[in-house]
């Protein structure tokens, strides 16, 4: 048993040792930690505009969470500004529909729903304030009942996620789906 023990103590102080940490900043200092890569194969040239559309459509259990592809959007900022990218070559958007579509709403609909605020609304002010286009599924949100006043308002209210997701990506903006 001793022996069992002092295995995992030493495993846990090596992994503590040698594991990176993930760390904030520079864009968002208070949300989206991301790893440092040393010596990367591929990064993005100097000058080089990302386009991205971020499709959200993941459930999220644990109402007093924020919901991780959201912040997603944050670790994007942080990665590549982190490793060269300058802050106005980025453009970004994102779209929620089906599960996520709570995640999207304002503190008074959220806090009669749940009992507590939204934990998401730090995480879309701070993305609204960097230009980020969000949008909730009207499908969606038609389907369950939210209306446009139920919404957070950097929110838009779309026809629909599909219509959201082909217009970005015509417009030249790669879609990320996790």
Not at 5 to 20: D, E, G, P, R, Y
Not at 72 to 85: E, F, Q
Not at 120 to 146: D, F, H, P, R, W
Request: charged share 20%.
């Amino acid at each position: 048993m001793k022996t069992i023990l002092s295995i995992w103590i030493a495993l846990f102080f090596v992994s503590n040792t040698f594991c990176q940490k993930a760390t904030e900043g520079p864009v968002f200092s208070d949300m989206g930690p991301v790893f440092d890569v040393n010596n990367a194969d591929f990064i993005p040239e100097k000058g080089e505009i990302l386009k991205a559309i971020f499709d959200i459509d993941r459930k999220v259990s644990d109402h007093t969470k924020a919901n991780p592809l959201i912040t997603s959007l944050h670790r994007y900022y942080n990665m590549h500004v982190r490793h060269g990218v300058e802050e106005e070559d980025i453009h970004l958007a994102f779209v929620v529909h089906g599960p996520s579509t709570d995640h999207v709403l304002n503190d008074e609909s959220y806090h009669k729903k749940y009992g507590l605020n939204n934990p998401n609304t730090s995480y879309i002010k701070a993305l609204s304030e960097k230009g980020v286009k969000m949008y909730i599924c009207g499908q969606s949100a038609s389907y369950k009942g939210i209306k446009k006043d139920d919404l957070n308002h950097e929110v838009k209210m779309a026809l629909s996620a599909m219509t959201v997701l082909t217009t970005f990506q015509m417009d030249g903006y790669g879609m990320i789906k996790f």
